[in-house]
Structure formats: structure tokens, C-alpha cells
């Protein structure tokens, strides 16, 4: 039987690096060990409760919110956040081009669940990209220039200007 001190010393995999986690709890989320433990502050804490996206990161390559996620339990898993994209990739290249962008907050969780989407489908059409979105809250945009956004993406990839 596992004592229950002996889960607060655990690995992630996170943006392809093994990192310690070093005095976690058993019940933490992934989004508080990601930006309390490990220092990756990109996925946003705001709602708790997977309502709005903000915390989106990539779990095995699937989108999931963090805050939902017990930390301990993806140990065996690899998590891509926002940081793990790397520099400036063409989706947000595109946000920032279109607008997309205005106070922030929710846009790493848009930048994840538009990259997770593009992923998958190399066109999709207006409603399959409104539809990867929509988990994903923005008080600030009206989410037009998001949905621009994520088309201007797929317009650059088909003419190979990625």
C-alpha cells in the first residue's frame, strides 16, 4: 500500500522534459502544479471549475483543462502548454496579426485549443473551428477575429506559407 506522503515527490513530463515536482499534494490540479510548482504560467487559472478554457493545455495530445486534472495522476503522460509551443508559431503569429489578441488572458487557452485543432484537421471549415472554441471564453473579442484568426492559419498552410 502507497502512503500518501510518498505521492508528494513525483515526475511530469511536461513540454517533452522531465521535471520534479517537489512537494505536490495528492489533490493538487495540474494547473496549480504547473504554474504554483513548476513555474509555467501560461495556462491561466480564472473560473477552477473547466468552464472556461483558460487553463487549456495538451494531455497526451488531447485538450484538456488543467484545473480538472489531478497533477499526480498524469505522471505517466506527456502535457504541452502554451510555453511548450515554442516560440512564435503561426497561430500566433495570426492572433496577433489579427487582432485576435486584446487583453490576453484567455489567449493561451484559444492559441492551444486552435494549435490542438489545426492538429487534426489541416482544413476545417467555419463551424468545426467555431466548435473547437467554443470551451474556450473570451469577454473582451466577440470571437470574430479568433475564428479569422485560425482561417488566415489555414489558408497559409494550403499554400505551403507556413
Same mark, same amino acid.
Given at each position: 500500500?502507497?502512503?500518501?506522503?510518498?505521492?508528494?515527490?513525483?515526475?511530469?513530463?511536461?513540454? *517533452?522534459?522531465?521535471?520534479?515536482?517537489?512537494?505536490?499534494?495528492?489533490?493538487?490540479?495540474?494547473?496549480?502544479? !504547473?504554474?504554483?510548482?513548476?513555474?509555467?504560467?501560461?495556462?491561466?487559472?480564472?473560473?477552477?471549475?473547466?468552464?472556461? =478554457?483558460?487553463?487549456?493545455? !495538451? @494531455?497526451?495530445?488531447? !485538450?484538456?483543462?488543467?484545473?480538472?486534472?489531478?497533477?499526480?495522476?498524469?505522471?505517466?503522460?506527456?502535457?504541452?502548454?502554451?510555453? =511548450? @509551443?515554442? *516560440?512564435?508559431?503561426?497561430?500566433?503569429?495570426?492572433?496577433? %496579426?489579427?487582432?485576435?489578441?486584446?487583453?490576453?488572458?484567455?489567449?493561451?487557452?484559444?492559441?492551444?485549443?486552435?494549435?490542438? !485543432? @489545426? %492538429?487534426?484537421?489541416?482544413?476545417?471549415?467555419?463551424?468545426?473551428?467555431? %466548435?473547437?472554441?467554443?470551451?474556450?471564453?473570451?469577454?473582451?473579442?466577440?470571437?470574430?477575429?479568433?475564428? %479569422?484568426?485560425?482561417?488566415?492559419?489555414?489558408?497559409?498552410?494550403?499554400? =505551403?506559407?507556413?
Amino acid at each position: 500500500m502507497t502512503n500518501i506522503h510518498d505521492e508528494r515527490h513525483f515526475e511530469l513530463t511536461v513540454n *517533452g522534459e522531465r521535471r520534479q515536482v517537489v512537494d505536490g499534494y495528492p489533490g493538487e490540479s495540474l494547473l496549480t502544479v !504547473l504554474r504554483d510548482r513548476l513555474g509555467l504560467t501560461g495556462a491561466k487559472g480564472a473560473c477552477e471549475e473547466g468552464e472556461c =478554457g483558460s487553463c487549456s493545455v !495538451l @494531455l497526451d495530445g488531447n !485538450l484538456v483543462c488543467s484545473c480538472l486534472v489531478l497533477a499526480a495522476s498524469a505522471t505517466q503522460s506527456s502535457v504541452v502548454t502554451i510555453e =511548450g @509551443l515554442g *516560440g512564435s508559431t503561426d497561430v500566433q503569429t495570426a492572433f496577433v %496579426e489579427c487582432g485576435a489578441i486584446q487583453c490576453g488572458f484567455c489567449t493561451p487557452g484559444l492559441i492551444m485549443a486552435a494549435t490542438n !485543432l @489545426l %492538429e487534426r484537421s489541416t482544413e476545417p471549415q467555419t463551424d468545426e473551428i467555431r %466548435e473547437a472554441l467554443a470551451g474556450n471564453l473570451c469577454r473582451c473579442t466577440g470571437y470574430g477575429r479568433i475564428v %479569422e484568426a485560425v482561417q488566415t492559419v489555414v489558408v497559409q498552410r494550403s499554400q =505551403g506559407a507556413s
